[in-house]
């Protein structure tokens, strides 16, 4: 089956859409094997490209001398045309609800081609495809199942943008046959597939960073904070407020020609629920799907709290709240305080996702309390404050939205920086969510070990510490 077969681009290149349906609903197992992954890092093989263009730049000029000056020079422009292509990176893109914001991202980066885009909603495939079409010089093809391309040797890295329950199963599939990752917060729907994701990164060699940009965008108040603004920091406390309305009624409908067993994935059937209205959003709000507000909107400040207090795994975890505002089918909670006590400092993250609470707005998404005084701090900006409260200063870091940080993680596959939010990082974030979900479904106050973030002793919690799969889906590292 082909969508939108007929499209092109304002330069009149054709766009190439179409799917697999050979791998439209089979398990993993069932794919051809995919070849194996790399011996060498990213870093060391681009560092052996580096070193080929140094010896034939060498060999170059040594040759000017004989051949004149001209000649040498005039063979420049060539050179630079070759490091140019040698340095392209070439991605696909899965999933076009929050991943049209991957492909803003990347077309906006030098250098960067999307050969591919993923999509199981063939109305968001074809958008999708039109906007790169009309920036992008190369024609990008258009799939339903992102397993089809995961073969071709020429694509650098995966960006996975789907419902949380497909992260750590497609990242590991990606990392399997030998592509660097992109993978959307929070990467995993459970504290199983954490530890799974993480694993499978480190056996691949290869990058993932995870898409919580305020590791980019923060860096400079983090920075402030680590040295001396308020001293010794104590404490931190995040804040989420929105007006969310009644879960099932969200104005996004599901398509008919959707492929539901392909959205579905390695998910087990949940009798009794007819997904279609809560598609393509309010899944989220049911537990075996998503993760709740947790991870959907905590992981990213409760990730820089972590960061803020240098701290690794809380020793001790409490969720406390509910489904106040609506008789509906949502399951997760839409108010309430989660509490994690590091030992040395703490951190207290506050949700009231259907009252916006416009009367007491907190100073910025976080706060960090210190001997020396206070600092708000909020995406690129932070103000410090004197222990009376007084106004101290102010900071504002480079920012630059999500081309900053998409623009880290191809820059790190180049092997010219380090990884922002590298997946082994994020994912102590990502467990900090696992665990208040633990805590809340449990009823349970949840104790950890703070050098591995394990639960001790609480046998209630740990029945949400992993899921089951459909048959054929189980992740394998």
Not at 210 to 227: D, K, P, S, V, Y
Not at 274 to 286: E, G, N, P, Q, S
Request: charge should be positive.
């Amino acid at each position: 089956m082909v969508y939108g077969s007929g499209l092109e681009n304002r330069r009149g290149r054709k766009v190439t859409v179409g799917s697999n349906p050979t791998l439209s609903a089979s398990p993993p197992e069932e794919r051809r094997k995919v070849s194996e992954p790399v011996s060498f890092t990213a870093i060391e093989a681009e560092a052996g490209r580096r070193f080929h263009d140094l010896m034939n730049r060498r060999d170059l000029f040594q040759k000017s001398s004989a051949l004149g000056l001209g000649a040498a020079l005039s063979t420049l422009p060539r050179l630079r045309a070759a490091d140019k292509a040698a340095n392209k990176i070439k991605v696909a893109v899965v999933a076009l609800g929050r991943g049209m914001g991957h492909v803003q991202a990347l077309l906006a980066l030098p250098n960067v081609e999307i050969k591919y885009l993923a999509e199981v909603d063939p109305a968001r495939l074809e958008k999708g495809l039109k906007v790169v079409a009309d920036k992008q010089e190369v024609s990008c093809h258009g799939v339903k199942d992102f397993r089809s391309f995961l073969d071709d040797k020429e694509l650098d890295a995966v960006f996975i943008a789907t419902p949380n329950f497909w992260h750590t199963p497609a990242a590991v599939m990606a990392l399997q046959a030998g592509k660097h990752v992109y993978v959307e917060k929070p990467g995993s729907q459970n504290a199983g597939e954490a530890e799974l994701l993480v694993m499978a990164a480190q056996k691949s060699g290869k990058l993932v960073q995870m898409g919580n940009q305020r590791r980019t965008w923060m860096r400079e108040a983090i920075e402030a904070l680590h040295g001396g603004a308020i001293g010794t920091v104590r404490y931190g406390r995040g804040f989420y407020y929105n007006s969310r309305k009644e879960t099932g009624a969200l104005a996004i409908p599901a398509p008919a020609d959707l492929d539901w067993n392909l959205w579905q994935g390695p998910v087990p059937d949940e009798p009794g629920r007819d997904l279609k209205k809560f598609a393509h959003y309010d899944w989220h709000w049911l537990w075996h799907w998503g993760n709740g507000e947790m991870g959907n909107n905590a992981i990213h400040t409760i990730d820089i709290l972590r960061w803020g207090i240098k701290g690794e795994y809380p020793v001790k975890v409490t969720y406390n709240g509910g489904r106040y505002f609506y008789d509906d089918p949502q399951e997760t909670p839409d108010t309430g305080n989660a509490v994690f006590d590091f030992g040395h400092a703490g951190i207290e993250w506050v949700q009231s996702s259907c009252h916006a609470r416009a009367a007491e707005k907190p100073l910025s998404e976080v706060i960090f309390y210190g001997d020396n005084g206070t600092m708000a701090a909020g995406r690129d900006t932070w103000t410090v404050y004197d222990p009376k409260g007084a106004e101290v200063s102010k900071g504002k870091g480079a920012g630059g939205g999500d081309p900053a940080h998409f623009g880290n993680f191809i820059e790190a596959i180049r092997g010219n920086t380090r990884l922002n939010s590298p997946i082994d990082e994020g994912q102590k974030s990502t467990m900090m969510c696992h665990l208040a979900n633990m805590a809340y479904r449990s009823n349970t106050v949840v104790r950890c070990d703070p050098r591995t973030g394990k639960i001790l002793d609480n046998p209630e919690a740990l029945k949400f510490w992993s899921r089951s799969y459909r048959a054929g889906w189980e992740i394998k590292i």
